[in-house]
């Protein structure tokens, strides 16, 4: 059975200043690892995802997320948050070998940046 | 190019009755699945279905939940009898390139 485990229920930083969202995974075969972002009564939105290739990847409105292996690990990052990134935070991961499609998503960090 | 669409966005019933959710896919999409999200809660997988065929069930209630995808029309998702557990906001996304688009959802409150 796959899971996500997103470790922090709320993120606090400054605008301006570099913000970390954490994400750990489990998937028996080769991983496929998304961020999602959703803002309130919305749906979700996508923002990045890792396949293969480059362990860093990089998204929509200045994100970015590194693939580690080793670590089981695929956190967000951005170099200087805004106010408007805050949100709500879904970290999915799928195999598509054996799993048909279907994505295991954690349970979401709530991401505040404060002026 | 339209994004995933659901409908309604808003649907209120009382314990007991029906509810119908209902999906268009983006454009050139053949895969739905269905998702919910209960308050304060992370996405959990419900159905999975391609045109006439559900592909994978495992995460849909034994009784009460169905779901469709026909050749023609929407994905529909039926509640029957709904209980106030039911209450919760019901997400579609369709997939292409290995990515899950997401409509905007339909939040359900039973009452």
């Known amino acids: 059975a796959q899971s996500v485990a997103q470790p922090e229920d709320q993120v606090n930083v400054a605008e301006g200043n570099p913000l970390t969202v954490k994400c750990t995974y489990s998937?028996?075969?080769?991983?496929?690892l998304f961020w999602y972002v959703q803002y309130p009564n919305r749906g979700l939105q996508f923002l990045l995802k890792?396949?293969?290739?480059?362990?860093l990847v990089k998204g929509s409105y200045g994100f970015e997320a590194e693939f580690n292996k080793s670590q089981t690990s695929f956190h967000l990052k951005k170099p200087s948050a805004l106010v408007s990134d805050s949100a709500l935070y879904f970290c999915a991961a799928n195999d598509y070998n054996t799993n048909a499609g279907k994505s295991t998503f954690g349970d979401g960090t709530t991401l505040t940046v404060k002026p | 190019n339209a994004g995933v669409m659901q409908n309604p966005r808003h649907l209120v019933r009382r314990r007991g009755q029906e509810a119908r959710l209902r999906c268009s896919p983006m454009?050139?999409?053949?895969?739905v699945y269905w998702y919910r999200q209960l308050p304060e809660e992370g996405l959990k997988f419900m159905v999975y279905l391609q045109k006439e065929n559900i592909i994978d069930e495992s995460g849909m209630p034994k009784e009460r939940f169905s779901a469709e995808f026909p050749k023609e029309g929407p994905s529909i998702l039926r509640i029957q009898q709904v209980v106030r557990g039911d209450s919760a906001a019901y997400f579609c996304?369709?997939?292409?390139?290995?990515?899950?688009?997401f409509g905007p959802g339909t939040r359900l409150t039973v009452t």
């Open positions: 890792y396949i293969t290739g480059d362990n």
């Open positions: 454009k050139g999409h053949s895969h």
């Open positions: 998937v028996s075969g080769n991983p496929y």
């Open positions: 996304a369709s997939s292409r390139n290995r990515v899950e688009y």
